[in-house]
C-alpha cells in the first residue's frame, strides 16, 4: 500500500484513474473512495469495506457543476448547498434519468457531498466525481488513523495524508420535497439548516 503526502495528490489521482481505490481524509471523517464513472471500480470498493449490495454510497464532488451532472438540483436542494456546502453536510437529491443503476444502486436518488479542502477538490477535479464512504469495515467504528486504515482496509492501493477536521459524521440533509428532513444529526444543526431556508 502506497503513502501519498499531502502534495502528492498527482499520483494519487493517477492511481484512482486507473481504476484503484485509496483513502483520504474528508472534513469530516477519514473515507475511502474510487471513481464514479467505473462500475468496476466501485466493485472494488465495495469488495475491500465488506459493504453490502443494498447499500449505495455517496457521491463526493468537487462543486455544484459536476452535481448537476447526475443529480437534480431543486430549489431547496440550491439553497442548502449553497448556504452550508462546502462543508460537513450530505444532501440527498433526486438523480437523473439516464443515471447508470450501479452508481445508486437502481434508487431514484442520490447522496451528494462538495469537497472542503482545496486537496480533495483539485483531486476530484482530475478524476471526476468519486464514490466516497467512511475508512472502516462496513458496521465497524470510523478510522481514527492511518495505522488504523491500514489494519481494517490492507487491500487499499494508497492513503493520501490528511488530517478530518470535525470527526463527526456528516449531517444528512433529504433535500427531495420542500419540507426537508434531517436523516442524520452531524456538525451542521438543524438551526442552521432552518435559518438558511428562511424559517
Known sequence: ?????????????????????????????????CR?????????????????????FPIMAADINQVEEFALIEETGRKIMTSLLPGPGTV??????????????GLPTVA???????QLKNLIEKTGPLFMTSANQSGQPVCQSIEEIEQACPDLDGI????????????IIDCTSPNIRILRQGPISEEQIQRVLGK
Open 160 to 171: 493520501l495524508k490528511g488530517q478530518p477536521s470535525f470527526g463527526k459524521a456528516s449531517t
Open 36 to 56: 464514479m464513472q467505473s462500475e468496476a471500480a466501485q466493485e472494488r470498493l465495495r469488495d475491500i469495506k465488506h459493504r453490502p449490495l443494498d447499500k449505495a
Open 92 to 105: 440527498i437529491l433526486k438523480k437523473k434519468e439516464d443515471l447508470p443503476a450501479y452508481i445508486n444502486g
Open 1 to 33: 500500500m502506497k503513502i501519498f503526502s499531502e502534495n502528492e495528490v498527482d499520483s494519487a489521482a493517477e492511481v484512482l484513474t486507473h481504476d484503484g481505490v485509496i483513502a483520504v481524509a474528508t472534513d469530516t471523517v477519514f473515507g475511502v473512495c
Open 112 to 118: 451528494v457531498r462538495l469537497a472542503t479542502s482545496d
